[in-house]
């Protein structure tokens, strides 16, 4: 009884082994085709597709995050992704966004020999400030010059947004800060227009606006009305004005120069003198009032 009890768990148990052997011949070979037939991609054949698809035929460039998941047979999960600031690394080329956060950072630093490697020689920049736009790197160049000058040594630039369209323009939005503490009416847009020269960007085109310290409201609303209906009722002067702004600027000037200026230009020049008096005994009272504390702080 004994021994036939014996041989039946015997039976049993190369029964069991048998089968498992069976079953593992069966799946392992599969697993290893399929792992042959799709492999994990490595990070070298990600750059590559990179690289392919970086560019469309129409030359417009691609900038996406991807990003790829591979589940195994457990839940476990694979990510890979690629961020712009990636794909520019491995092309060799920065992009817009970039090249402007860089130039910014040189007129920060007051690098005027860096800044000009960022300019084009047949740059233009239009600043809404001025009413003629610096044309050429010479004049571009001298505007960043004095711009530099302006600043003394503890104004600074703060990148506030910047948005990219395509691999060449590029929007930031910024403002002015002293030692850390933003300036009043110092916000402003910029919006530049880069192209290649070799295997840099450079900027060709720029429009800057500045945050006016006027604020009137409603006034501009009211102005905007009347000018609009002295354009409807004489639509070919509308026409010409607007074809030749600078002309009738021009005129005022010239107007202000000749008949305004030699009286207006005494009491302004005897402001300044005043203005810069006050600021001077303004300075020397903070100064005696710091002298003084610090005596009494002993």
């Known amino acids: 009884m004994e021994g036939s009890l014996f041989l ?19 799946t392992f070979p599969r697993a290893m085709a ?3 037939l ?5 990070q070298t054949s990600r750059r590559l597709e990179l690289k ?10 691609i900038k996406k995050q991807e990003q790829n998941k591979l589940t195994y047979n457990r839940g476990v999960s694979s990510v890979m992704s690629s961020s712009n600031s990636d794909i520019e690394s491995i092309l060799g080329q920065p992009s817009a966004a970039e090249t402007i956060k860089d130039f ?3 007129i920060n630093e007051k690098n005027l020999k860096g800044l000009e490697g960022y300019i084009s020689e047949a740059c233009y920049i239009e600043d809404c400030s001025f009413y003629n736009p610096f044309n050429g790197k010479r004049e571009v160049i001298h505007f960043f010059y004095l711009l530099m000058g302006s600043m003394g040594q503890n104004v600074k630039f703060i990148i506030e947004h910047i948005c990219e369209g395509d691999s060449f323009t590029a929007g930031v939005n910024w403002h002015l800060e002293w030692k850390q503490t933003q300036i009043p009416f110092t916000r402003g847009c910029s919006f530049y227009e880069c192209s290649e020269e070799g295997e840099i960007l450079v900027i060709k085109k720029a429009r800057i606006i500045i ?6 409201g409603g006034v501009v609303l009211v102005l905007l009305k009347n000018v609009t209906t002295i354009f409807d009722e004489f639509p070919q ?8 702004p600078n002309v009738i600027l021009q005129w005022l000037l010239k107007i202000y120069a000749i008949f305004v200026a030699p009286l207006i230009n005494p009491l302004l020049a005897g402001y300044v003198r005043i203005g810069k008096f006050m ?20």
């Open 211 to 216: 945050e006016s310290p006027l604020k009137p």
């Open 237 to 244: 002067v509308a026409e010409w004005f607007l074809k030749s």
């Open 8 to 26: 039946v768990l015997k039976v049993m148990a190369i029964a069991v082994n048998f089968s498992a052997q069976a079953l593992r011949q069966r």
């Open 279 to 298: 600021a001077g005994l303004f300075a020397l009272a903070i100064k005696i009032v710091v002298y003084i504390s610090r005596i009494f702080s002993r």
């Open 52 to 61: 392919r698809t970086k560019k469309q035929p129409n030359g417009v460039a």
């Open 38 to 42: 799709n492999p994990l991609p490595s």
């Open 34 to 36: 399929d792992l042959a």
């Open 104 to 106: 910014y950072m040189c």
